[in-house]
């Protein structure tokens, strides 16, 4: 089956600990996002990477840090430095032109990460 | 990028039909319109996408009139697992990377 995971589903961290948020994808897209959705309010674009070994920072970057060693990974790390990181996070990923006008953003089931 | 203005809720019984319109003025010539649902906890589901016209795939229909200032989600006879978040968003795919902004969505109700 094709699609993309992530885990864990639920996250417990204490405040001041970095965590690291996992996303795989078997889909051969070249493009990974992540976002950050808080109750009740749409998805924030944290940081996007549209090819290996290359990403850039989305509106909310600040407190987060992104790696892209392979196209299959786009691992997130929140770190001490983000001040309210308790939220639900989403990945997602999308082909690249030449492939279908039609294809677009698929999403991961999400992590929720909660700070203690 | 273009914004998107949606309803922030609609409510609507089983059976019926609903049609969900976003405003998004300020369309550029390259953007497309595409629509996603989301249920609680999960991530967003692609449900249909188009540039002008009509489209009409086997889950809704997407109206776009001529000047694309605005779009309409069809959703036909709707059934209470229809009860969702529905995003409207306007980007340029043309190039493939697509720095989609999602608003706060339409929260739509279906009761029996």
């Known amino acids: 089956d094709g699609g993309i995971t992530q885990s864990p589903k639920y996250l417990f961290r204490k405040e001041g600990q970095n965590v690291t948020l996992s996303c795989e994808q078997n889909l051969n897209h070249d493009a990974m996002y992540w976002y950050r959705q808080d109750p009740g309010q749409g998805l924030r674009l944290i940081y996007y990477?549209?090819?290996?070994?290359?990403?850039q920072k989305g509106d909310i970057a600040e407190g987060y840090s992104v790696s892209r060693e392979k196209k299959e990974s786009f691992p997130l790390t929140v770190t001490s430095a983000q001040k309210n990181p308790t939220a639900f996070y989403l990945c997602?990923?999308?082909?690249?032109?030449?492939?279908?006008?039609?294809?677009?953003?698929?999403f991961g089931p999400g992590t929720r990460l909660t700070v203690l | 990028l273009a914004k998107t203005t949606q309803p922030i809720s609609m409510d609507s019984y089983e059976g019926q039909e609903v049609n969900i319109t976003c405003s998004h003025n300020?369309?550029?010539?390259?953007?497309?319109i595409t629509w996603y649902q989301q249920f609680p906890s999960q991530g967003p589901r692609f449900i249909i996408q188009?540039?002008?016209t009509k489209v009409t795939n086997e889950v809704a229909s997407l109206f776009i009139p001529a000047d694309r200032k605005s779009s309409t989600l069809s959703l036909p006879r709707v059934s209470l697992s229809d009860t969702a978040v529905y995003y409207c968003?306007?980007?340029?795919?043309?190039?493939?990377?697509?720095?989609?902004?999602f608003g706060t969505g339409t929260r739509l109700l279906v009761s029996p």
């Open positions: 990477s549209q090819i290996v070994n290359d990403f």
């Open positions: 997602a990923s999308s082909s690249l032109p030449g492939l279908l006008v039609t294809d677009t953003q698929y």
């Open positions: 968003l306007v980007g340029d795919i043309g190039t493939g990377f697509q720095k989609l902004v």
């Open positions: 188009g540039y002008k």
């Open positions: 300020n369309i550029a010539t390259n953007d497309y």
